[in-house]
């Protein structure tokens, strides 16, 4: 697995996940900006993206729009606390090229966690690691500064920056374009972009 959201997943064997997707999933594609899910809309599908990328944008009361996380491909994307409480979804999830994607329903999903030991260990194992990274996410917006943000999201997605827009980087780590393209320069001098 390779992009961002698996940064936390190394380690873990996803093979029979993956597979699982790609045999009983149904496949699909989605162009660019369109919505695999929308804001305050019921979500209740799950996706294997075989190719593709997508992003997860929350839009406050304001109209602001605050991109809170990535999807890549060879990965796995859905607004899970919609799927899991049942609720209507907190962000929109959209297409930033063209992808193509393998969809299950939530709920069959659940039943291959259920259907053996192993794989609901698997599953354990995916929540648990999804929680470490939003606890990190959760710390770093509290206690790095900026710069120490932004390099970390260099380290472990090298190729954002040539692939997304200066201000949607920003909104990522939270903060102004001006300040990205700030630390930008600050990195090139000291000879560390």
Not at 33 to 42: H, I, K
Not at 57 to 83: I, K, L, M, N
Not at 88 to 103: E, G
Request: hydrophobic share 35%; proline share 4%; aromatic share 12%.
């Amino acid at each position: 697995m390779d992009g961002l959201n698996d940064y936390y997943m190394d380690g873990l064997d996803l093979a029979d996940l993956k597979h699982f997707f790609l045999e009983e999933g149904t496949p699909g594609v989605w162009e660019k900006q369109e919505c695999f899910v929308r804001q305050g809309e019921r979500a209740s599908r799950v996706a294997y993206v075989e190719e593709g990328m997508f992003r997860h944008v929350r839009t406050d009361a304001a109209g602001r729009e605050h991109v809170v996380g990535y999807s890549f491909a060879d990965s796995f994307v859905a607004e899970y606390s919609a799927c899991l409480c049942g609720r209507p979804a907190l962000a929109d999830v959209q297409a930033i090229v063209r992808s193509r994607l393998y969809v299950l329903p939530y709920e069959r999903l659940a039943r291959f966690w259920d259907s053996s030991p192993q794989r609901q260990r698997m599953g354990r194992m995916v929540a648990e690691q999804m929680f470490v990274m939003a606890y990190r996410r959760l710390l770093d917006s509290y206690c790095c500064t900026p710069e120490e943000r932004y390099v970390e999201l260099m380290r472990q997605y090298p190729d954002l920056k040539d692939r997304r827009p200066l201000k949607e980087i920003a909104s990522f780590i939270g903060v102004t374009p001006e300040t990205v393209s700030a630390i930008r320069r600050k990195l090139l001098k000291d000879g560390k972009s």
